[in-house]
């Protein structure tokens, strides 16, 4: 049995780990960043006082074996009443953490309900405000902050969390027993960053023979990342984790015609990573990016902020089982 960890949050997440339950004999635990404080998660906070649901939520969805109306519920937005902008699995999810008075007991019921293969971990049990400090020393704090507003093209000077964020033990188990690591995809400073900078994470990857494998981004974020090529992600990252990555999943297939003219990437210059990577020996380039169109879900109060253009779960998972098979 092969055991991976996957590190993230949000889309990114739900698109790896949709494909990777499907391989045999994998071990799979997703490890979830608990910054998100926007949307409806962040609204469930502020009032219940529960960590961020939205993240593990999605994470949940994508490792269920239940029905497909039992996954499509968990997303199911309300687009009206004072429910509007909540899904019912953030509600559900927050309703399990008061009932159990355990956050991470709640997402265990959660599993069990949804039939999951595989377990959900979030990476910290401590409240994580995330905040950046840029080069001109101004700093955003909060993760919904820094996603919807974008860091106005500015260098990060650094990353960290407002109060002690300590790695929750059963993430730090994940790590060490863990035989692949896979890091993204994902927002840069919003679903990947915030899981490395967690007190005792690299110290756990220390503890760890895990090898590392990281599907670069199709996309940039502006405001984020414009302009990144692949190097760019990956010489970040190796800097954050004071490790080399040790595979760098590349996709070499340009968007449909139909992508480029709806979400108009050709006025959008920077926004399409570059693959500067040539012949680096750790790279893996495969056709990956789906042909699906994403549609706005009229209940998602940041839809318009997310990115539409998306790795195809299947064609990763399979990418990613070439690198373990060998």
């Known amino acids: 049995m092969m055991n991976i960890v996957t590190i993230g949050g949000g889309t990114g997440s739900f698109t790896v780990l949709s494909g990777l339950k499907k391989l045999d004999n994998v071990d799979l635990k997703a490890l979830v960043t608990m910054a998100d404080d926007g949307g409806s998660a962040g609204v469930l906070m502020d009032e219940l006082g529960v ?155 220390k503890q760890s023979k895990a090898k590392i494998i990281m599907p670069i981004n199709l996309t940039n974020k502006l405001n984020q990342t414009t302009f990144w090529k692949a190097s760019d992600y990956v010489k970040n990252t190796e800097k954050f984790l004071k490790y080399k990555i040790d595979f760098i999943v590349i996709n070499n297939k340009s968007p449909s015609k139909e992508q480029i003219k709806k979400y108009k990437l050709e006025e959008g210059d920077g926004v399409l990573v570059e693959d500067d990577l040539g012949n680096d020996s750790r790279v893996v380039r495969a056709p990956l990016i789906s042909n699906v169109i994403y549609k706005v879900n009229a209940g998602d109060t940041i839809a318009i902020h997310r990115a539409f253009i998306r790795h195809d779960s299947d064609k990763l998972a399979k990418c990613i089982k070439k690198i373990i098979s060998k």
């Not at 994508?62 to 199911?76: F, G, K």
């Not at 009932?99 to 997402?107: A, L, V």
């Not at 490395?196 to 994470?201: P, Q, Y």
């Open 51 to 205: 960590l961020p649901t939205g993240d593990v939520r999605q994470c949940l969805v994508a490792l269920s074996e239940h029905t497909q109306v039992v996954r499509e519920l968990m997303n199911y937005r309300f687009t009206e009443g004072g429910l509007k902008g909540h899904s019912f699995g953030n509600i559900f999810l927050a309703a399990l953490a008061k009932m159990t008075g355990d956050f991470s007991k709640g997402i265990e019921i959660a599993g069990e309900v949804l039939k999951v293969n595989g377990l959900v971990i979030p990476i910290t049990r401590d409240k994580a405000r995330l905040a950046v400090k840029l080069i001109d020393n101004s700093v955003i704090v909060g993760q919904a902050n820094i996603y919807i507003n974008g860091l106005r093209n500015l260098a990060v000077k650094k990353i960290f969390y407002k109060e002690k964020v300590k790695l929750y033990v059963d993430a730090k188990e994940a790590i060490k027993k863990a035989d692949y690591i896979i890091l993204g995809p994902g927002n840069y400073y919003c679903s990947v960053v915030p899981n490395l900078i967690v007190n005792g994470f690299k110290e756990a990857l």
